[in-house]
């Protein structure tokens, strides 16, 4: 039975856990979740989710949310080496950037993008530009600290990559399509390490599936 991920690609979470299950080849299905007609409140989503949102995620009898939980549980299941849990020494360091990202990358692009793309490409609303350029300085003090890193080592946890570089592909393609694209110019390291995780072939697929749904 294949794995079940509910929600659209072009969501960033959604599209976290599916470039996890291309890196393993793993069997799934994606279940469009339809926000407009608040499929996402609906009882059985609810089931999945109890929070509303995407993705949730089922395997068998097993229903999960959070993707980077779902993309841990892709990976160990496929053992894959993307989380080092072979190694007592890189497993932290997969853990700690992977927690980086979450909080120092994620939460600010979160808000760019609200601002930049979905307020004014679907609400028919106005950008905040103060918000914006408050969530960008955040974004560029994260961006320091990944340069002075990547000019030591080639991924964030290490010479190797991991599911800490790779969680942080959709939001970084998003980054590309707003005004602050041009940021990364100022950060070669950084530059070079994003342009690496998309020229993966898992990568490119999932950016055609997230275009097709945007």
Same mark, same amino acid.
Request: proline share 5%; hydrophobic share 40%; charged share 25%.
């Given at each position: 039975?294949?794995?079940?991920?509910?929600?659209?690609?072009?969501?960033?979470?959604?599209a976290?856990v599916?470039?996890?299950?291309?890196?393993?080849?793993?069997?799934?299905?994606v279940v469009?979740?339809?926000?407009?007609?608040g499929?996402?409140?609906?009882?059985?989503?609810?089931?999945?989710?109890?929070?509303?949102?995407?993705?949730?995620?089922?395997?068998?009898?097993? $229903?999960?949310?959070?993707?980077?939980?779902?993309?841990?549980?892709?990976?160990?299941?496929?053992?894959?080496?993307?989380?080092?849990?072979?190694?007592?020494?890189?497993?932290?360091?997969?853990?700690m950037?992977?927690?980086?990202e979450?909080?120092?990358?994620?939460?600010?692009?979160? $808000?760019?993008?609200?601002?930049?793309?979905?307020i004014?490409?679907?609400?028919?609303?106005?950008?905040?530009? !103060?918000?914006?350029?408050?969530?960008?300085?955040?974004?560029? !003090?994260?961006?320091?600290?990944?340069?002075?890193?990547?000019? !030591?080592?080639?991924?964030?946890?290490?010479?190797?990559?991991?599911?800490?570089?790779?969680?942080?592909?959709?939001?970084?393609?998003?980054?590309?399509?707003?005004?602050?694209?041009?940021?990364?110019?100022?950060?070669?390291?950084v530059?070079?390490?994003?342009?690496?995780?998309?020229?993966?072939?898992t990568?490119k697929?999932?950016?055609?599936?997230? !275009?097709?749904?945007?």
């Amino acid at each position: 039975m294949a794995m079940k991920v509910y929600g659209l690609p072009m969501s960033t979470n959604v599209a976290r856990v599916l470039v996890c299950l291309e890196e393993v080849g793993e069997n799934y299905e994606v279940v469009p979740i339809n926000f407009s007609t608040g499929e996402h409140k609906s009882i059985e989503h609810i089931a999945r989710n109890p929070f509303g949102q995407v993705p949730a995620f089922q395997d068998g009898d097993l $229903v999960l949310f959070e993707s980077r939980t779902i993309s841990k549980y892709v990976l160990r299941k496929n053992n894959s080496e993307l989380l080092k849990e072979d190694n007592l020494s890189d497993l932290p360091k997969v853990d700690m950037w992977l927690e980086v990202e979450s909080h120092k990358f994620d939460r600010p692009m979160t $808000v760019i993008i609200y601002q930049c793309l979905i307020i004014p490409n679907y609400l028919d609303g106005e950008t905040d530009v !103060k918000v914006v350029e408050e969530n960008v300085d955040m974004l560029k !003090k994260t961006f320091e600290v990944y340069e002075d890193r990547l000019s !030591k080592f080639k991924y964030l946890a290490g010479d190797f990559i991991s599911l800490a570089d790779l969680s942080h592909f959709p939001t970084a393609y998003y980054l590309m399509a707003t005004p602050h694209a041009s940021l990364l110019d100022e950060y070669p390291h950084v530059k070079a390490w994003i342009t690496d995780i998309f020229a993966r072939p898992t990568a490119k697929k999932v950016v055609e599936m997230m !275009k097709a749904t945007a």
